[in-house]
């Protein structure tokens, strides 16, 4: 087992903040993604907690963010220390495989031989520290040639997760946790979900992904060598005056696909993925819903308020209200309420009802009110 | 029994156009209260709908308006035949006692036996010639020397209005309906309520009184002496050079006090109260609910909208929306809905909440956001 320094001087973490949180309309939207907002009531955006969460472990000069042209300026604004070369701009939205793929072959360049790690830029996370334990324990897992992913242990049969199903321990030294992983299984049914739970080696799959940069390219590589033709194309144009035309050229044509179908799920076919349970708080603030639970602090009888200048009246003893106007808000007899109230948007609906948010959204699209999205 | 044309020679409708409506907040407000609103869905204000029902009944030179100084020019504007000499300004309101005896008094002095029929600015009636029918018996009424209401027959046990007791028919030639009124009872519980509607000769209180000019004016006196001095030294100084000074010097001093005390109640006890039934459809738009009920056509099964440019996306089946900024509102999942969106504030509550906006109001000027209402 190397020792720590030697391990962090290898590593790299890749935050990918691309998706806008559609669930999340009308609040977050595309000139206002999910991760530019304050969900976790920290007083700073999520990809901020992130990148904070993240820089104890390998320092901020090792923090990749890939993200698209259009929030430059405020994922720069919100991480005054990001470096210019950890900047990576998606002149179009290409999905996981093609961002996290992207990152690890530009580092790989740079320094064979690094191991990167991807986190989501929207999550919240309760334990920073236990996180970079966690983490800590992937990266030898990942040194050792695994794919290697954080499971979240699940506290309720959420039907709303993919499942990793945990097996026989890996033995790698250091890394005491770490697991061998043979399915990665798509959301189940609630019955299936009440399995899992009870089970105790199925855990949430958090999207959190440490690997050698090396072996995910090649894993990439096996099920999509075209996509592996273009990253490596892009990679080698990247720190070169070529870079403009390569990505003018390359980036339009690569495949739109998650990382789950490229690298994760074959991987656990091959016996090559690794799971590390992370045993910290973890939320995806999926909804508003989420957003509810977390800002009441699993309370059921608050109502969850966001927004700084708001002037609420409410007898609501549940719920929550978003203000992102500066107007006064009163609600009377409604529990379980979800109001986001934007300058040009509104949205009501319940806690029950919030993961139909993302259909409202397309209905939008289709109906001629993009300007609203 | 005097003929038609000479009983209506000596008419004149009253409109106080008074109240705000705080239970339609943030709709109806200071700056724009209920009266000035659809709310009928006519496409005109249901000040401009009350003008249309009683100009047929003696002209538009016989209908004299009661306002506040404040709402002059909007008063004006929705009723360009409104002549000067029929606009009675209030400096500050003074309730109802106040507004309508100051218009009696003015226009007895004018035309010494005039009858003075006063009708809210703000209900809806659905059969306008039906609701004239009524009026032109109450007239003959009146003419009798009686004070004479108009009673609305109960189509449900309601709770939220006061009830008229009509005991014995009056015999009265031309006012066939006519009965004498023996007491006017305050909003009843539920059981009494049921028990009135199943009697069939209590009816609903509709705050509408006609009647001689001088016979309110005396019984306005008997209760009250003090205010009815001033009214009358008012009305002596009203087509005179000295109105403003005048009012400036009285108007302030006058007793609030309702018309339902100083006349209604007293003349019951008196047998000077006389009630003809309505038999016309009636709406006092009294909250939101009301307004939902009007809208959706009595069927429960459709959301009411309130709004020129609404962009709305929903899946309710009912309760109204009303939208009067230009936001896209989307509703999901949430039924008997009230959402009223406006520039600077929003409701959102549930039909059965409806009542309670009034204590909001009350709320929002207590906590210092005046500013909204």
């Known amino acids: 087992m190397p ?33 530019l907002h304050d969900l976790s009531g920290s007083g700073q955006s999520l990809l901020r907690d992130t990148w904070d969460r993240l820089a104890p472990l390998a320092g901020e000069q090792r923090i990749m963010v890939v993200t698209g042209r259009a929030h430059r300026a405020a994922v720069e604004k919100q991480l005054p220390a990001l470096q210019d070369a950890n900047v990576v701009l998606e002149s179009e939205p290409r999905e996981s495989t093609a961002a996290i793929g992207l990152a690890a072959a530009i580092l790989e360049r740079r320094q064979p031989g690094v191991i990167v790690g991807s986190f989501a830029a929207d999550h919240v996370i309760g334990e920073p520290e236990r996180f970079r334990q966690t983490v800590r324990q992937a990266m030898v897992t990942a040194d050792a040639g695994f794919i290697t992913t954080i499971g979240i242990m699940p506290t309720e049969p959420s039907i709303g997760f993919g499942y990793i199903h ?15 992983v043979d399915t990665f299984v798509e959301k189940p049914d609630l019955p299936t979900a009440e399995k899992y739970l009870a089970a105790g080696n199925y855990m949430w799959n958090a999207g959190m992904f440490i690997s050698r940069a090396d072996v995910l390219l090649e894993q990439i590589g096996r099920s999509r060598p075209e996509l592996l033709a273009g990253l490596l194309e892009l990679a080698e144009a990247w720190d070169t005056p070529r870079r403009g035309a390569v990505v003018d050229q390359v980036w339009p044509d690569l495949e739109k696909i998650a990382i789950d179908y490229t690298v994760a799920e074959p991987s656990a076919l091959e016996g090559k993925l690794a799971v590390v349970p992370g045993t910290f708080s973890w939320d995806d603030v999926g909804d508003f819903a ?70 409202v959204v397309d209905a939008l699209r289709l109906s001629g009110s993009g300007d609203v999205l």
């Open 290 to 359: 989420s957003i509810a639970k977390l800002h009441s602090g699993g309370r059921k009888s608050e109502l969850a308020i966001l927004g700084k200048n708001a002037r609420i009246l409410s007898d609501s003893s549940s719920g929550v209200v978003v203000s992102h106007s500066n107007r006064v808000i009163s609600l009377i007899g409604v529990e379980d309420i979800v109001v986001v109230d934007t300058p040009d948007a509104l949205l009501v609906t319940t806690s029950a009802h919030a993961q139909r948010v993302k259909a």
């Open 3 to 35: 020792n720590d320094n030697d391990l962090l001087d290898r590593y790299y973490s890749v935050i990918p903040a691309g998706g806008i949180g559609s669930r999340l309309w009308p609040l977050s939207r595309a000139d206002a993604p999910k991760f």
């Open 166 to 180: 945990a097996v026989k321990p890996l033995g790698v030294e250091g890394a005491p946790d770490a697991c061998f």
